[in-house]
């Protein structure tokens, strides 16, 4: 490995001192949208929206090129959402499925893998089986969440082929101020958020925390194994932001976050029972240099890094030949530094630089682990053609050099144009690449109970794709929104695995096997109605197939129609919504008697509605009730989502 990536993995490993102590042992047995309008609720003051995921620099919303979708901070209290999956649960274009694993994120008909996450423009390490678990990010820190369909590789790199979801903090606002949550409903579902912050000339400071807890849930409950984990975790987190005379403005982040997990499996196949835990530390350090070059030039640095340690493990019930304990340690750090330039009036640069490492040790990956080093330039630039009507080319590039798989670029050309006020037309064609994951190049894993083996593979090349976005929105009334987004995605060199004849058992191994094309269509309305009523549907259409084995992509259902109804009373500071979403039937290819052929079959169609409604009190109280999945949608199988919860809170702000 050159010098260059051996310093960055260096700089990884030293805050990683604070992650040098082993957890405690585990015991032997274990029990168990289109672009959003600000419609502030009564506790939250209105902000202008400026966005940055689309251009990786400050930009008002209505003057983006690349469309934006914003979930405002009003929306998410209004929404009670407690965490990511829950707000995204219920997004026109997004779909958030329910695994083992947790809550995984879809996007454009594409899965997990193909989605970046970012908080503050920062990578969420920790991925378990190729996703992000959305319930680990908490909301109630959240200022606002921007989302950026289509592809994005041409500024954030690998991962990001259907899309970026930027999950942006909060920061202090207030001289002095303070918040407090509080919710109790099934299965014992507690949570408690408070914040405090304080906001001087040229200093702020907000900090806030979070405990939670959740019991298992079983949706097949004549046998012994718990559909869902319990739950029980705490989180902290302190934000600053730092800006005296002169040309220097500095903000940084800390945050740490514990979760536990815990259950029981069943395996039907020798009827041994295991009880399961899992515990998740993750670290967060960041800090965020800027200065003002001029009045059209910014330069712009980052220093970021994030450890994530995971301990899983499974105890046999009154045997201990399949016990296992898995370590796993991702620790990510990121050097960056970007020049905004506004260059007269018609052009509008980004140009940066990152120098990111990665090391990760695993039980599961050969030589217990590994380390990789990314050195990327990248630069776009929006340029106004035309002032009136507006129209604006958006071309970028980007050039990774990864000490695993080389080198790679990825360009993309962006368009947009307003033919009349009321009609915004925008389209943009580019490509992206998915490296291959540390499970993928060196998983090194044995199932005795099973029989069968799964190894990684080094010599994998990385995901390609090429991906075309064209959308309208169309605003025929101030009070009426009407949207339409087309979408194609093509992929090749596909990482899938690969059966292996062996003499002891079946082999599977990883290779660049597939090549599959995903392309649909969303389209959606809101309406503003009298009496502070607003509605808003949408429908997602997507085909998503294999073009080697010209069968569709397991877990991707064809239709998807998402709909909410908000109303608000302000006489009597009463705001409530209804949500809904019913989803088509999914195809499945399970192994289901591990003789190495899959065993096809489709899901049924399903619906959720959930509910919330809310009052505001004096002395600034507010008390809500809520309800999710009502109809108590769900199954063991296929759709391991939590069985029908209902909440009664207070919130305290002063």
Not at 15 to 35: I, L, M, R, T, Y
Not at 401 to 421: C, E, I, K, N, Y
């Amino acid at each position: 490995m050159s010098g260059c990536w051996s310093f960055l993995i260096v700089l990884c490993a030293l805050p990683g001192v604070a992650w040098s102590q082993d957890p405690p042992e585990a015991p032997a047995a274990v029990e168990p949208v289109p672009p959003a309008e600000a419609t502030a609720a009564p506790e939250e003051a209105p902000v202008a929206q400026t966005v940055v995921t689309a251009a990786r620099s400050p930009e008002r919303m209505e003057n983006t090129p690349v469309a934006t979708e914003v979930i405002t901070r009003a929306e998410i209290v209004a929404s009670g959402a407690r965490d990511a999956a829950e707000l995204l649960a219920a997004h026109p274009g997004l779909e958030v499925a329910s695994t083992f694993a947790g809550a995984n994120l879809r996007v454009q008909g594409l899965g997990s893998e193909y989605a970046l996450v970012l908080v503050d423009g920062e990578r969420v390490t920790g991925r378990v089986d190729g996703a992000i678990d959305l319930s680990r990010l908490s909301m109630e820190d959240i200022e606002q969440v921007e989302i950026v369909k289509g592809p994005s590789s041409v500024l954030y790199g690998s991962d990001a082929v259907a899309g970026v979801v930027n999950f942006i903090t909060r920061k202090a606002r207030k001289p002095l101020g303070a918040d407090l949550r509080l919710s109790y409903g099934s299965l014992q579902w507690i949570d408690l958020d408070a914040t405090a912050e304080a906001r001087r000339e040229d200093w702020g400071l907000r900090v806030s925390g979070g405990l939670q807890r959740r019991d298992a849930y079983d949706l097949a409950p004549l046998d012994i194994s718990t559909t869902g984990s319990s739950l029980s975790g705490f989180n902290v987190s302190a934000r600053g932001d730092l800006k005296r005379e002169g040309p220097l403005e500095l903000s940084s982040t800390v945050s740490y976050e514990r979760r536990v997990q815990r259950g029981v499996d069943l395996r039907r196949d020798t009827g041994a029972i295991f009880d399961r835990a899992s515990r998740d530390d993750e670290l967060t350090v960041r800090l965020s240099p800027a200065w003002r070059l001029s009045d059209a030039v910014t330069l712009r640095t980052d220093g970021h890094y994030t450890g994530f340690k995971r301990r899983y493990v499974n105890d046999q019930r009154q045997a201990s030949a399949l016990d296992t304990v898995e370590d796993t340690r991702d620790q990510l750090a990121r050097l960056g530094g970007q020049l905004d330039a506004r260059l007269g009036e018609r052009h509008a640069l980004v140009a940066g630089v990152e120098l990111l490492g990665e090391h990760l040790t695993s039980d599961r990956l050969e030589d217990a682990g590994g380390e990789r080093g990314r050195l990327s330039f990248y630069a776009q630039d929006t340029w106004t053609v035309v002032a009136q009507p507006n129209l604006a080319l958006v071309p970028g590039v980007r050039l990774d050099a990864d000490s695993q798989f080389g080198t790679a670029v990825t360009p993309r050309l962006a368009l947009r144009v307003d033919p009349m006020s009321k009609l915004t037309l925008r389209a943009s064609y580019g490509w992206g690449l998915r490296a291959p994951s540390f499970q993928e190049l060196l998983l090194d894993f044995e199932n005795p109970a099973v029989g069968y083996t799964v190894r990684g593979n080094p010599d994998l090349k990385p995901e390609r794709s090429r991906s075309v976005n064209v959308s309208a929105e169309v605003r025929p009334a101030s009070a009426l929104l009407l949207w339409l987004n087309l979408f194609q995605h093509s992929l090749r060199d596909m990482i899938s695995y690969s059966l292996q004849q062996d003499p002891e058992g079946m082999r599977f191994v990883y290779a660049n096997l597939d090549r599959a094309s995903v392309r649909g269509g969303e389209v959606g309305v809101r309406q503003k109605l009298p009496g502070s009523v607003q509605v808003e549907l949408g429908y997602t259409l997507t085909d998503g197939r294999n073009r080697e084995t010209d069968e569709p992509l397991e877990g991707q259902a064809r239709h998807r129609l998402t709909g909410q109804v908000t109303w608000r009373f302000r006489p009597w500071g009463l705001e409530t919504w209804v949500r809904g979403a019913l989803v088509g039937s999914r195809p499945f290819s399970p192994d289901t008697d591990g003789d190495g052929v899959a065993d096809p079959y489709r899901s049924q169609s399903y619906v959720t509605l959930d509910a919330r409604i809310s009052r505001q009190l004096p002395a600034g109280l507010r008390v809500f009730i809520a309800g999710s999945n009502l109809l108590d949608a769900g199954n063991p199988k296929d759709l391991p989502i939590p069985p029908r919860v209902l909440q009664a809170g207070l919130s305290a702000q002063l």
